[in-house]
C-alpha cells in the first residue's frame, strides 16, 4: 500500500523545471533511494513534500489524504520527516540537547524550555536511547560543533527520527564523509531505519550505497522521473547509465563511480 504518492507535481524556479510532472509512489515500509545527476530536482522534490518549498501544481497524499496545502509542522505531525543536504544541528548545543530538543518540538513544547529537558526523565531517557541507537552515546555531551562530519550526519539523522516520522526523507546522509565512514553511516542508518518499520526515501550519490540498501531506486532527471526499478533493473538500465555515468554497456555501474556534491552544497 502506497504510504506517498504525488500526482503530477510541478515546481518550477523561472524557467528551470526544478520539478517537472513527477508521480511517485511509495510504500510502506520501503527502503527507496532517489538518485540523479547534480540539479535534477532531487532536494526540491523533498521540500516540496514536506512543505519547504510551495507546490506550483500538482497533489501530494499521504496515506491516501491530500496534504498539499498543509504546513511542515502539519506534515511533521502525521509523520513526514526529513534530515538535510546541510546538517542541521545546533553547533553550540550538546549532542544530547539537540535530540532534546527536537523531542520537545515534537511534543509541542517550546524551544525555550529546553533547560527542562535535562530534569524530565522520559525526555532523558528517550534522548539517550536515540544517541545509543545512532551510535552516539559516547558523544552525549560533546558540542555538535566538536562532532566528526559523519557524527553530525548522524546527529542530523538522529534529530529527523526523533520526531517519530512513519516516513523519513534523508537528502545525502553520508555526503562529505570517507567511502569507508559511509558504510558505517548507512548500516545504522539502515538497522534504525528497517528495525522500526519507517519508511524511507535516501538521496544519495555512491550507487555502491544505493544498490546495496535499496528496495527500490527512483532515478531522476531534468526534474522528472526518467526510471525506477530494484537495484538490478536499473544496474542493467543503459538510459540510466549514461545519465548518471555519461557511459553504459555492461557493467558500467562497476567501472565508475559518481561525482560527489559536496557538502557546500544547498
Ligand atoms: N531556490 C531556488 N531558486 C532557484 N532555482 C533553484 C532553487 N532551488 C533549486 N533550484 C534549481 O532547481 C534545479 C534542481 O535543484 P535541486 O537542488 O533540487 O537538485 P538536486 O537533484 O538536489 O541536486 P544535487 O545533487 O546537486 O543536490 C537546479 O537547476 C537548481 O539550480
Ligand atoms: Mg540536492
Known sequence: MAILQTIELKRYFGDTRAVDNVNLSVN???????????GAGKTSLINVITAHLKAGSGKILFQGRDITDLSVTERVRLGIARSFQ?????????????VALAIFSREGKTAHLSALAHRDHAVIAEADDILSQFGLAAKRDDNARDLSQGERKLLDVALAYALKPKLLFLDEPT?????RNKAAIMDTIASVVRGRGITAVIVEHDMDVVFKYSDRIVV???????????????????????????????????????????????
Open 86 to 98: 546541510l546538517v542541521n544541528v545546533f553547533d553550540d548545543l550538546s549532542a544530547f540537547d539537540n
Open 175 to 179: 555526503s562529505g564523509v570517507s567511502t
Open 28 to 38: 510502506e515500509g520501503e527502503f527507496v533511494s532517489l538518485v540523479g545527476p547534480n
Open 220 to 266: 531522476m532527471a531534468q526534474g522528472t522521473v526518467m526510471a525506477q526499478g530494484t537495484p538490478d533493473e536499473i544496474r542493467s538500465n543503459e538510459q540510466v547509465a549514461m545519465a548518471l555515468l555519461g557511459t553504459s554497456g555492461p557493467a558500467a555501474f562497476d567501472q565508475h563511480s559518481l561525482p560527489q556534491s559536496g557538502p557546500q552544497k544547498g
